[in-house]
């Protein structure tokens, strides 16, 4: 069973003269602990794409399964729980709490989810050291700076052991150097933790990180290529690329 | 021209041994993968440098095979000169750009799948290349992730100029294609190496 | 819940100054509601203790329903019911001394009083124990003769055998001290014992009591001596101690409402500010609240988000508004009781926190500020997760502005229509419509009352006015938000000041009509009520005996029920009244009205008990008098003056001695003949006076100019009240500027980068705060205006007609004041806006 598995997801914004096609029976599979990056030029609907199958917004046709379940048809409680325990979301913007420190930004989901004060604070200073804020957790979000800010919000992402991390254009606020540190973070994130993480870039140094790429043109996939197979493998897949030609 | 430049600037150091001077360029460019020259091109190269004065040889022990190379006024003077000058590479002369431009003029060939198999490749060198990186500790070898940091940028530049290329073929198909001027009489215009 | 809390509670911590702002206007309205109320029944408590007989230490007292004394006779059905051991008649009055007689005299709180007692000499001593310290008690054939306590025996410097002289509806009674009680258990009054014949005749009843006490055997059950007795005296008799100035307790029942009445209307604007604030605070955190929809926060827990800020803010402005209430109502006692005092006879405590009123205001508090959260909680619901993801948040403006306007237009009309009919509560509804009117076509309003107001602007700073005009036509709906807090607060102060100034217009014309004589002898206290001591018949021909006198009339005094509705009987003559007084009809015709009373059994109800008690004319009233229940007609709905706050029924004078067991005069009017001069006939009253000490002598010019002091003095409360109501309307200004200026610090620092002085940005939002405000200004008008004709109409229809007024003065001090708040208002915001620094303002997300 896949964790994501995307079947024939199409998303159309509004109607008459003003349709939009954002994603046109799009089929994606993806597996466990693969670290995924979503590519192409702006307006081809990667967006769309991570937003339907965090489901975050409701598709027009098709089906997002999330390990087998097709949240497509889930209620938007069923969905807020999926969301919540399966789910860690990454934005472009980091968006943290002003008010709350690192360490009650990270704790969030688990707050939400009920679970204890004092373990849920355990377990988001544990997530803001691995991803190396130690000593920061009382700082307020204004207080870091951007790379910092974006690892609390991995760290956040990670807090409720989720099964998928979504993020959208995570180092699209920050310098390159910071950029890297997010990317190699989240690389970390599949190789150590066994995550399957789903990136949205434009940046094709920070796609270089994942193990797949995804090219999105107009709402439809134009090419999917695997980045990490060994050399044999990858020229193999270069050989059936240019012998489709 | 770099590997006997190199060379000479580590002789300027000190004079050394063949094998020495063998390991001493492998660990100045990071290792093997980086830029893997051959002992045989090392000593082809030095050999020709004896011949042109820039280092002397000496014997050891009287075998000819085993010895200390040594740099000379004039190689010291030809080292200075090399960095004197800039580095700029050829740019110009890309060989996928002759693919594209020759599979708009074939029928047989798609342009824009020629664009999705060079992209996939260069993608996979670079997944490559940020993996070498990520391997590197940067508190001892950072001058290697610098070298690294290079090719990754250049990679990146030229799958930037891919998209580029890709947004606009439509507009490139349009014009009309570079055809060579036509010369009644005389000889082709010489061309240059 | 606990996310909630602590997010509500680091957001309220982050933004300390809104916080503050918008607690604050929760503290008024709290404050307010609550000191208001505790004010009232600090004067309720201190009456009641003051007023209210004690019944000793008897098992049972018995009163009439009416607290009207009745019959001696009836005692005799007492002697045979079993399981009583005694009984005895007993006849209680608060009588007021005058300072001829020794009254402490204060200005304010006029004469002190003491409640006679008097007692069947033979009786008394085997129901209550006396205990003396001095002398004797009563015994069977003394006259003039008193027993007194302690403490008014050393506040008079009294001894036994001397002579305490009390006013005494004959002029005075002497009466000699025989006895000094200790007791000083009865609080409030002190209470001199006299033999029964000597009370009834000081009081002016013969053969009537209005208490009788009973001691049960031991062993016997009370309730059963209670049932059987009652049953036996009859449905007009009740268990209990008799309950003098029931009507004067109903008076300020009366004020008590109109107390909650204002509370809630500072709470309403409380919930307006709140409203706003809520909104803001929505629309700024949309990337928040999209952020934990994202992450798994449900629906229910974002809405939950709101409302815990709100209920946090509810419970902390209530919290402190209590705090400020309690201490608001005792500036109030301290400063305002003085007069009530004076007016009452009664002296104010300390304010009294009653269960009601503590937890009304903090249900009421609470509530509010709760309920105005819920629908900006409600829009933070419909955040969907996707608004997280967006990069800039595009305000949202109202496409329906337009639709909106038309409703609200055709609500205006609606409620003009409704003011046209002239019935009360289609009127008050049509109020409520107006306003919401109003509210739907304020950011229709914006355009216009921009251009206008912005052009003069303009004038005076061409750039920066053009500017804040732009700012506030981009976003009509926001603008019109911020000035209606403002309308709503300058409405309610010119729906007041226009009040306020018909009322005083129609006070001046009743006190002219009501006291229409030349003379009035007044008792001590104004109001008619308890402690004033009536005189027999003899008083009234002395007078009319006077030379120059032309014509004399008099006022007498009664309670009764209706449907448990106290009501205070004014007996009045009348053939005489008519002609030297005149009550002021409301409904009814005058002459046959009083024709009416002239054949007995009718009576004319004034506005006040017309309304609350639904009567009309012609209506068939049953009045409840120790002589049983007596059917009454309804001739006419009118008041006078004196009785204008109080339920009151004018009825013959004749009935009321009939009915009523009352045959003294309370009030006397008099007037002159018209060859007559004031030299001549004012001496001659004056010397008639001297033996009723009780009586005042009273020009009623002079008392009409005392009278008009007074009023404007209550009405300097009304003063205060508009001035608190338009505070919070000042703090709603400060509010939303801020809001405003934190909204657009982007843009502010787009302004700074491009070249925008500093003194231009603070121009700037200057401008548009006085813009605001100009709309603000000119909505609270026209609303001002409604309210303030609706509020007219309703208190003629309670019985104070008057004519309508328009509050030039109060439209002059509205604009001066709504432009005074608009700058104030925007000082603040101002100055952030201009200190706003610059790169800061552009990374502002």
């Known amino acids: 069973m896949a964790t994501i598995e995307v079947k024939n997801l199409s998303k159309v914004y509004g109607s008459g003269e003003t349709k939009v096609t954002a994603l046109d029976s799009v089929n994606v599979t993806i597996e466990q602990g693969q670290f995924v990056a979503v590519m192409g030029p702006s307006g081809c609907g990667k967006s769309t794409l991570l937003h339907l199958i965090g489901g975050l917004d409701r598709p027009t046709d098709g089906s997002v399964f999330i390990e087998g379940s097709d949240i497509s048809k889930m209620s938007d409680k069923t969905l807020t729980e999926l969301r919540r325990r399966k789910m860690g979301f990454i934005f472009q913007f980091f968006n943290l709490i002003p008010v709350l420190d690192a360490i009650e930004n990270t704790a969030l989901p688990l707050i939400l989810d009920g679970v204890k004060p004092e373990l849920a604070r355990t377990k988001a200073s544990e997530w803001l050291s691995r991803n190396k804020l130690d000593g920061r957790g009382k700082h307020r979000p204004d207080e870091l700076s951007g790379g910092q800010q974006q690892r609390v919000a991995i760290s956040r992402a990670m807090v409720s052991d989720p099964v998928i991390i979504l993020a959208d254009e995570p180092t699209g606020n920050l310098d390159s150097r910071s950029g890297d540190e997010i990317a190699s973070t989240l690389r970390k994130i599949v190789t150590d933790w066994k995550r399957t993480v789903l990136m949205v870039t434009h940046d094709p140094r920070i796609a270089a990180y994942a193990d797949r790429i995804i090219f999105l043109k107009d709402g439809k996939v134009v090419d999917d290529t695997l980045l990490n197979g060994s050399n044999g493998e990858n020229a193999k897949r270069l050989k059936e690329k240019v012998e489709s030609l | ?193 | 819940m606990r996310i909630q809390i602590l997010l509500a509670w680091r957001y309220l911590w982050g933004r300390k100054q809104r916080m503050v702002l918008t607690t604050l206007a929760v503290v008024f309205g709290v404050t307010l509601l609550f000191g208001l109320n505790a004010m009232i029944p600090a004067m309720m408590e201190s009456f009641r203790h003051n007023m209210v007989t004690t019944a000793g230490k008897v098992d049972i007292s018995i009163s009439s329903e009416s607290n009207n004394p009745f019959e001696e006779s009836v005692l005799k059905d007492l002697s045979e019911i079993e399981d009583i051991s005694f009984y005895t008649g007993i006849l209680t009055k608060n009588v007021v001394l005058p300072e001829s007689l020794g009254g402490t005299v204060n200005k304010l709180t006029g004469s002190s009083a003491v409640t006679v007692t008097g007692v069947d000499v033979a009786t008394a001593q085997n129901v209550r124990n006396y205990s003396l310290i001095e002398g004797r008690f009563l015994e069977p054939n003394d006259t003039n003769a008193t027993v007194i306590p302690q403490l008014l025996a050393d506040k008079m410097e009294l001894k036994v055998g001397d002579i305490f002289t009390i006013p005494s509806s004959e002029g005075v009674s002497d009466l000699k001290v025989v006895g000094i009680l200790s007791l000083s258990a009865s609080a409030g009054l002190d209470e001199i014992f006299v033999p029964l014949p000597d009370a009834q005749t000081i009081l002016n009843l013969p053969q009537k009591i209005n208490t009788i006490d009973i001691l049960i055997k031991s062993g016997a059950d009370r309730d059963v001596v209670v049932s059987s007795v009652l049953s036996k005296l009859g449905p007009n008799f009740k268990s209990g101690a008799i309950q003098t100035g029931e009507e004067l307790a109903s008076a300020l029942t009366m004020g008590q409402s109109m107390m909650w009445l204002f509370g809630v209307m500072a709470l309403a604007m409380a919930g307006f500010i709140i409203f706003n604030t809520f909104r803001t605070v929505v629309a700024e955190r949309r990337r928040d609240l999209g952020m934990l929809r994202a992450i798994g926060a449900s629906k229910q827990t974002i809405m939950g988000l709101i409302m815990v800020e709100s209920l946090l803010q509810g419970i902390i402005g209530t919290g402190l508004g209590l705090i400020c209430g309690y201490l608001f109502s005792y500036l109030l006692v301290s400063a305002v009781g003085n007069i009530f005092a004076g007016m009452l006879r009664v002296t104010i405590g300390a304010p009294v926190i009653t269960t009601v009123n503590l937890i009304g205001s903090i249900l009421l508090g609470v509530g509010f500020t709760v309920g105005s959260g819920y629908f900006p909680a409600r829009s933070a619901m419909k955040v969907t997760p996707l608004e997280a993801m967006r990069p800039t948040l595009g305000s949202i403006e109202y496409r329906q502005n337009n639709r909106r306007a038309i409703w609200g237009l055709g609500l205006l009309t609606l409620s003009v229509v409704g003011l046209l009919l002239g019935n009360v509560s289609i009127a008050g509804l049509s109020g409520v419509v107006f306003l919401v009117g109003i509210i739907l076509i304020a950011p229709v309003m914006v355009k216009p009352v921009a251009d206008i107001f912005g052009k003069l602007i303009s004038s005076i700073y061409s750039r920066e006015g053009k500017l804040a005009q732009g700012n506030l036509t981009r976003q009509p709906s926001r603008a019109a938000i911020t000035a209606s807090s403002m309308m709503i607060g300058l409405a309610i102060c010119i729906a007041m000041m226009a009040m306020i100034t018909s009322i005083e217009h129609g006070f001046t014309t009743y006190l002219d009509k009501s006291l229409g004589t030349d003379y009035l002898l007044m008792p001590p206290s104004l109001v008619l009520g308890s402690g004033n001591l009536g005189v027999n018949q003899g008083f009234i021909e002395k007078i009319k005996s006077i030379d120059g006198v032309e014509e004399a009339t008099s006022l007498r005094l009664a309670t009764s029920q209706v449907d448990g509705t106290t009501l205070q009987l004014i007996g009045i003559d009348p053939l005489v009244y008519p002609k030297i007084a005149g009550l002021e009809f409301s409904e009814g015709d005058s002459v046959e009205a009083y024709k009416a009373m002239e054949q007995g059994s009718a009576i004319i109800v004034n506005g006040i008990f017309a309304v609350t008690n639904n009567v009309k004319t012609g209506d068939v009233l049953s009045l409840k008098s120790p002589q049983g229940e007596r059917k009454y007609t309804v001739v006419g709905i009118g008041f006078d003056y004196l009785n204008a706050k109080i339920s009151t029924g004018y009825v013959s004078q004749s009935d009321l001695a009939k009915d009523f067991n009352s045959e003294s005069d309370l009030l006397l009017l008099v007037n002159r003949k018209p060859d007559a001069t004031a030299e001549e006939v004012t001496p001659a009253l004056q010397t008639v006076i001297k033996e009723f000490p009780t009586f005042s002598l009273i020009d009623s010019n002079e008392f009409k100019t005392e009278q008009m002091g007074m009023f404007k003095m209550a009405m300097s409360v009304f003063y205060i009240m508009v001035i608190m109501l338009a505070v919070p309307g000042l703090i709603a200004m400060a509010n939303t500027m801020s809001i405003n200026v934190i909204e657009r610090t982007r843009e502010i620092g787009m302004l700074r980068a491009v070249g925008a002085t500093q003194t231009q940005v603070k121009r700037m939002v200057f401008a548009e705060s006085v813009l605001l405000s100009a709309l603000g200004t000119t909505m609270g008008i026209l609303v001002g205006l409604f309210l303030s004709y609706l509020l007219v109409k309703a208190i003629g229809v309670i019985g104070f007609r008057t004519d309508f007024f328009f509050p030039t003065s109060g439209i002059i001090a509205s604009i001066v004041v709504g432009l005074v708040f608009g700058i104030i208002a925007a000082m603040v915001p101002a100055r952030q806006a201009a200190n706003t620094v610059i790169v800061e303002a552009l990374q502002y997300e």
């Open chain 2, 1 to 193: 021209m770099s590997v006997r430049h190199s060379l000479l600037g580590l002789l300027a150091q000190k004079p050394r041994y063949g094998y020495e001077l063998c390991a001493g360029f492998t660990a100045l460019v990071g290792g093997k993968e980086n830029w893997d020259v051959k002992p045989a091109q090392i000593y082809t190269t030095l050999a020709r440098m004896v011949e042109s004065g820039l280092v002397i040889f000496n014997n050891l022990n009287g075998q000819q095979s085993k010895g200390e190379y040594t740099i000379t006024p004039k190689g010291h003077y030809e080292l200075m000169d090399w960095f004197r000058s800039s580095d700029i590479e050829e740019p110009h002369q890309d060989p996928f750009y002759l693919k594209l431009m020759l599979s708009l003029e074939l029928d047989e060939v798609d342009a824009s799948r020629l664009i999705v198999i060079q992209r996939a490749a260069l993608y996979q060198e670079l997944h490559r290349i940020t993996e070498q990186r990520q391997a590197l500790d940067p508190h001892n070898q950072l001058a290697q992730m610098m070298l690294m940091d290079k090719s990754a940028m250049h990679l990146e530049a030229d799958l930037r100029w891919l998209d580029m290329i890709e947004s606009r073929l439509d507009e490139v198909q349009r014009q009309p294609s570079p055809k060579p001027a036509m010369r009644p009489r005389g000889r082709p215009p010489s061309q240059s190496a």
